[in-house]
Each structure stands twice: as C-alpha cells, then as structure tokens.
C-alpha cells in the first residue's frame, strides 16, 4: 500500500465549529488531493495541490480551504462545518510527472459527522 | 461538463460467470481511464488503466477492460466472478490537464453470489 495516512479516521463535530484533517504521504508525490465521498456522487474533487504552497480548487470547494507547508503534508480545513459537509472525506496522491505511474492512491479515508 | 456515466447502481452475478460493469464517460481529447474498487470501510484501491495501445488491458486479481473510443466506453470485465469480488468499482476518467485530477462515475455495487 501506498504510504498515505489520513487523521483522525473518524470524527464527529457540531455546527459552525472549524474542522481541520490531514493527509500525510512518505511517497515524496507532488500531486495531493482532497475528495469526497457521497452516495450517488462517486468522489468528488475539493481541492487538490501540486506542490508546496501550491494550490488550486477543484469541483466542490466551497466552505472548504487548504494548505500544504510541506511535500507530505495536505491539509483540509472546514473553516465552519455544516450538516452539508457530513462525508468521507479521502486524500490522494499521484506523480504522473515521474511518467512511471499516473494512478493517484488513497488514503483510507476520514468519516466526518456534523451534528 | 466533463462527466463518467456508470449506468447500472448495482449488478448482480452468479459465481463462476463473467461480469460486465459499464462505464461511459463524456471528456474532450484523450484522457486516461482507470477502475478502482472499494471494500467496505477501506479507502479505494487501483485495478487498472488505460493510457494507449490496445484496447483490451489487464488488471489485477483477474479484471480487464475494453476501450472503445468510437463509444467513448471502458467496461470492465471478468470471465468468471468470485464472491470475494463483491465491492463497490469506480470508473474514474482523468483529462489530463494540468491537475492530472480524476473525475469519478457514481459508483456500481458488485454482488457475486455463491
């Protein structure tokens, strides 16, 4: 298995108060991305970063914000979470610059639950 | 809009028979094809894509797959299912632009019984 660790695997929040998860990798990968995960919806892109500092939005980023200090950290912040929000939550990695590989692998996921 | 169709919620199939699971998928250009499986409470694991070349890929644990570019389909396939394949695949497409993001189907749920 790729080496891609998601925190906390579990977590239930109220309403209105900040939510951050990690992802971290030791794959050295310079893609990351945050998706979720719905019932009829397949996974859907949040954000996703291509490299330190390097940010970008993806299908479904609003309420959501980001940030990557480091190549294998990517964390996803719910600046003020809603019921709307409740999901799994999963962080992938990917390098198709290396041109040996261009599948992304995943994290094992974060259930997230806004009450 | 880019977007990946997998028509079928479900599929039901007798163990020892061959499976299809469809895929469609609407993206300008030459993207990349992939499926990957989910087990439940696990993240999504690769089982295998197209890039180029022939049509007809291999995977693992015995799945293939058939491009047809003139349907703009990638169906997946096994000639004799196992219970153990029962999960939950994803036809996922990446357009290849400069995020190498990946655009997911919905989801189709295998059900191999015994």
């Known amino acids: 298995d790729a080496g891609i660790t998601q925190s906390p695997r579990h977590k239930v929040t109220e309403t209105g108060t900040p939510v951050t998860l990690r992802c971290h990798q030791t794959?050295?990968?310079?893609?990351m991305y945050w998706y979720r995960q719905d019932p009829g919806h397949g996974l859907r892109l949040i954000h996703y970063?291509?490299?330190?500092?390097?940010?970008d939005k993806g299908e479904v980023s609003d309420g959501y914000s980001v940030s990557r200090s480091k190549t294998e950290d990517f964390l996803l912040t719910l600046e003020s979470a809603t019921s709307s929000q409740t999901s799994v939550y999963f962080c992938?990695?990917?390098?198709?610059?290396?041109?040996?590989?261009?599948?992304?692998?995943f994290g094992q996921g974060t259930r997230l639950t806004v009450v | 809009a880019q977007s990946v169709a997998q028509p079928e919620d479900q599929v039901n199939v007798a163990e020892g028979n061959p499976l299809t699971v469809k895929c469609t998928y609407s993206?300008?250009?030459?993207?990349?094809l992939f499926w990957y499986v989910q087990y439940p409470n696990r993240g999504l694991q690769f089982l295998l894509k197209?890039?180029?070349?022939?049509?007809l890929v291999k995977g693992s644990y015995g799945f293939e797959a058939e491009f047809n570019k003139s349907q703009t389909s990638f169906h997946l396939k096994k000639p004799s299912a196992l219970v153990s394949d029962s999960a939950l695949y994803f036809c996922?497409?990446?357009?290849?632009?400069?995020?190498?993001?990946?655009?997911f189907g919905s989801g189709t749920r295998l059900l191999v019984r015994p």
């Open positions: 993206v300008s250009g030459n993207p990349y």
């Open positions: 197209y890039i180029t070349g022939d049509n």
């Open positions: 794959e050295n990968h310079r893609y």
């Open positions: 992938a990695i990917s390098d198709p610059m290396r041109g040996v590989s261009t599948e992304a692998f």
């Open positions: 970063s291509y490299g330190v500092k390097d940010t």
């Open positions: 996922a497409v990446s357009p290849m632009d400069s995020s190498y993001k990946l655009i």
